[in-house]
């Protein structure tokens, strides 16, 4: 991916001078947001051959080994049948597998196989994409600043679908 130029950089202090704000300013910051994300996503299926939530499925499993389909889930803020369709693509491809415990037949766990391990250590970083490592780079005080200005724009949409935010953006599916 390419680096930030001298001039991108000096356009940061631009952008924070409040004489400069407007709504279409705004807007051009999640039209940024969104096409890098998307570029980024891209990048990773080209190198990778799996999109950018399944490489963000991988870097879970490979963090958390075991993990249920609901717990991932839970960790990618998905809709439990969204990661298990996921899942279902990753182990047709030989890349994760899925164990029954013992115990109790319903309880599947999940981890990577060794070619998960291998497409994992040789794909474009960050693996989990590059706006929720932004997002996970902040500190707990920007996050609930950010949280609670996104709520309130939120709340000015009429017939937002807050279901929305249980599914992976398009461009990473």
């Known amino acids: ?31 940024v947001l969104i096409r890098t994300a998307q570029r980024h996503s891209q990048w990773i299926e080209r190198q990778s051959g799996v999109t950018g939530a399944q490489l963000w499925a991988l870097q879970e499993l490979f963090e958390e080994p075991g993990l249920r389909v609901g717990e991932l889930a839970k960790r990618m803020a998905l809709h439990q049948s969204t990661a298990s369709n996921m899942i279902d693509k990753l182990e047709s491809s030989g890349l994760v597998s899925k164990e029954r415990t013992s115990v109790d037949q319903r309880v599947v766990r999940l981890s990577l196989t060794e070619a998960g391990r291998d497409l994992l250590a040789r794909a474009p970083s960050p693996a989990r994409g ?15 600043r ?25 461009f990473t599916e």
């Open 1 to 31: 991916m390419p680096q930030a130029s001298a001039s991108s950089v000096s356009k940061s202090s631009e952008r924070r001078s409040p004489s400069l704000v407007s709504p279409l300013s705004v807007l051009q910051r999640f039209r």
């Open 130 to 144: 590059v706006l929720p490592e932004a997002l996970r780079l902040l500190d707990e005080e920007k996050l609930w």
């Open 146 to 170: 950010l949280q609670g200005e996104l709520d309130e724009l939120l709340q000015q949409i009429k017939d937002l679908d807050e279901g929305f935010g249980m599914q992976p953006l398009p």
